[in-house]
């Protein structure tokens, strides 16, 4: 059950956090990971650990808002693995410098390409780059990590990220119409508040979530591992709410 033997999957933001939970329990279910991450020395130490446990992983560096990278690492990978059978679009928040909450009205324009830039076309660079491969051999999963704020509106100055994400949810529908003739699926999972938000942030708002707890790299991974196996083959263009119950609609 929900067996990766066989397949590659790329991980991109997976040096740590939800990433490396995700690159974690696709490798268990079998698959060779490619450890993604803008920073050499997190994809390295990701990689080595999952190795390390005797799991199939590789690291790799590349920025998702440089499509020439993209590419060039994806042709490489290709050649060397035989091509990308899985994309979890993981990298997220601000990508690479501190995620900033400012109510819109008081943003700045050129603030908001670092949001749309990484949660809207970092998605689609990667997606991009992988996608004609998966059709011609005529399977793939396209998984895309969106978040509670791509769905409904928040008070919490994250109206730019928001909008990124709710994008990311709505290309992977309209993709999924395109490809599902060619054995692909394209689906979106929005997580609600997880571990990596700071502890007096996160305290009050524990209490209106019904699992009463936050989120782990865990729960996150285990969607991701379900939605790529063959199990989930007639599932496509749907969003999967990953919240503890926190959004119950």
């Not at 998984?143 to 949810?169: D, E, F, H, P």
Request: hydrophobic letters at 40%; aromatic letters at 6%; charged letters at 15%.
């Amino acid at each position: 059950m929900l067996d990766l033997s066989g397949k590659t999957a790329l991980v991109t933001g997976s040096g740590s956090g939800m990433g490396q939970g995700i690159a974690r329990q696709l490798a268990k279910q079998g698959a060779h990971v490619i450890v993604n991450d803008i920073f050499a020395e997190k994809a390295v130490a990701s990689a080595k650990e999952l190795n390390d446990h005797g799991l199939k992983a590789t690291s790799c560096v590349f920025d998702v808002t440089d499509p020439d990278a993209i590419k060039t690492q994806i042709d490489k990978l290709t050649k060397e693995l035989g091509g990308i059978d899985i994309l979890v679009n993981n990298v997220g928040n601000a990508g690479a410098v501190q995620m900033e909450q400012t109510y819109f009205k008081e943003s700045l324009p050129e603030n908001w390409g670092k949001f749309i830039d990484v949660n809207l076309y970092g998605v689609m660079h990667c997606t991009h780059a992988v996608l004609p491969g998966m059709c011609d051999r005529g399977w793939g999963r396209i998984i895309t990590i969106s978040s509670g704020a791509g769905r409904v509106g928040l008070n919490i100055g994250v109206s730019i990220y928001g909008a990124a994400k709710a994008g990311s949810i709505n290309l992977m529908r309209h993709i999924s119409q395109e490809v599902g003739q060619h054995g692909v699926t394209c689906n979106a999972i929005a997580l609600g508040l997880m571990d990596t938000v700071p502890e007096e942030f996160a305290a009050p708002i524990i209490k209106s979530i019904p699992c009463g707890r936050l989120g782990t790299p865990e729960d996150a991974g285990n969607m991701a591992g379900f939605l790529a196996s063959n199990e989930a083959n007639w599932i496509t263009g749907q969003l999967f709410c990953v919240d503890g119950g926190a959004a119950p609609y």
